[in-house]
């Protein structure tokens, strides 16, 4: 990630489509916590939509991710990164609550079984 005040001069070189995240103030009120989201899926079909992220701590407090516009597409044994921001930091993660949906009204609604699963936090790296 880039700071925001230094992202033209870091991106505008390159001339194919970058994808970046920016690191944003620790204060309110644009205070936004990066995790990357690691998936290994082992689901048979393909399956492709969007994953939403919720933390709790030990105290039970909940924070739920504010990123993840893109769809995803999830095959067995692929491993599938997602960046993914929550406006709270939780140090102590007590569990992780996924829920997949391809957003769609119509049609089966569909699982994805997770083999392995990994969220790291971008802006305290050795958490």
Same mark, same amino acid.
């Given at each position: 990630g880039y700071h925001?005040?230094?992202?033209?001069?870091?991106?505008?070189?390159?001339s194919s489509p970058t994808k970046a995240y920016f690191d944003t103030s620790d204060k309110d009120p644009f205070c936004m916590y990066n995790y990357l989201l690691d998936i290994t899926t082992w689901n048979k079909s393909i399956r492709r939509g969007y994953i939403e992220v919720k933390?709790?701590?030990?105290?039970g407090n909940t924070v739920e991710s504010?990123?993840?516009?893109?769809?995803?597409?999830?095959?067995?044994y692929k491993r599938?990164?997602?960046?993914?921001?929550?406006?709270?930091?939780i140090e102590k993660?007590?569990?992780?609550? @996924?829920?997949?949906?391809? &957003? !769609? =009204?119509?049609? %089966? *609604?569909?699982?994805l079984r997770i @083999?392995?699963?990994?969220? &790291? !936090? =971008?802006?305290? %790296? *050795?958490?």
């Open positions: 925001a005040d230094r992202w033209k001069k870091m991106l505008i070189p390159y933390i709790i701590d030990y105290a504010q990123m993840n516009s893109e769809a995803s597409t999830f095959q067995q599938v990164k997602i960046l993914t921001g929550f406006h709270q930091d993660i007590a569990k992780i609550s @996924l829920t997949f949906s391809t &957003k !769609s =009204l119509i049609g %089966p *609604k569909h699982k @083999l392995q699963m990994k969220l &790291k !936090s =971008l802006n305290n %790296p *050795k958490r």
